[in-house]
């Protein structure tokens, strides 16, 4: 069944063109497209890779109910909706406004670093409140995702838990997967924005220390970022973390003051 989500307006107003400055993105590169055509096919032209982002291409005229103008503009707009694994959906458009007119947009999803499967559906809405459902006849659209060669994840979980490979390989990929939740002491939000965040040290064989942040701010909530360390070579990695805020909080993940450690083949 389709998740009931917040409605989401999209495109209530024109959209940046070309010479005009717009929110930032991905540089353009070889992304697997999933197409969502208007004869009623899904196609994907490679595979869904956890870790890396897809790009969705949806015909607009897929959804032509709950559509609306109003002053010589369109009102309404078409979400997309992905859940992975069954998490909490993340939402994206699929239209814009431009001069007036409802067109259609392709959006990049980025998929989770441990993503197995992923669900789609798609939402039109107009301003009286009209919603219209692309759901797969409520089943949703599903998708299996690939796991990426060469890559490990290291994650350690909000219940405090953590699942750790015996051993990486010098040379490959280490995601770290942080959920911000073991560390919430310094949980902090102002203007709507998240103001607080968690950064990874790690060292190789006791030598430098390097630090990267493993979580982004996603509106006032603080949500993993999977980054990614290539791993050098050496015999073992060390890894802790720190959570601060804005307003002066600090706290540690240090396994007790050991720290982590995985080692390195």
């Given at each position: 069944m389709f998740v009931a989500t917040a409605l989401v307006t999209f495109g209530c107003a024109d959209a940046p063109g070309p010479d005009e400055g717009g929110p930032g993105g991905k540089a353009d590169g070889e992304l697997t497209t999933l197409a969502f055509d208007d004869d009623w096919s899904e196609t994907a032209d490679g595979p869904l890779v956890a870790g890396l982002p897809i790009r969705i291409a949806y015909d607009l005229d897929r959804l032509t109910a709950c559509r609306?103008?109003?002053?010589?503009?369109?009102?309404?707009?078409?979400?997309?909706?992905?859940?992975?694994?069954g998490s909490t959906p993340v939402v994206f458009p699929v239209t814009r406004l431009a001069n007036g007119r409802v067109v259609a947009v392709e959006s990049e999803l980025e998929i989770p670093a441990r993503a197995t499967s992923v669900e789609l559906w798609f939402t039109n809405h107009n301003r009286w409140g009209c919603n219209a459902y692309d759901s797969n006849e409520g089943a949703n659209y599903t998708f299996d995702?690939?796991?990426?060669?060469?890559?490990a994840?290291?994650?350690?979980?909000?219940?405090?838990?953590?699942?750790?490979?015996a051993s990486v390989r010098a040379g490959d990929q280490l995601v770290?997967?942080?959920?911000?939740?073991r560390l919430d002491e310094c949980a902090a939000s102002t203007a709507g924005n998240a103001a607080w965040s968690v950064t990874a040290s790690?060292?190789?064989?006791?030598?430098?220390?390097?630090?990267?942040?493993?979580?982004?701010?996603n509106g006032s909530e603080l949500v993993a970022a999977d980054p990614e360390?290539?791993?050098?070579?050496?015999?073992?990695?060390a890894l802790w973390f720190e959570a601060?805020?804005?307003?002066g909080c600090h706290v540690y993940d240090s396994n007790n003051g050991a720290n982590y450690h995985l080692r390195i083949d």
């Open positions: 609306g103008s109003t002053n010589g503009s369109e009102v309404w707009a078409i979400g997309g909706h992905a859940s992975f694994d995702i690939e796991q990426r060669a060469n890559t994840v290291a994650a350690f979980e909000a219940d405090g838990s953590e699942d750790l490979p770290l997967h942080y959920a911000p939740e790690y060292q190789v064989d006791g030598g430098t220390v390097k630090k990267l942040l493993v979580t982004r701010a360390i290539t791993l050098p070579r050496g015999a073992d990695l601060n805020n804005r307003y």
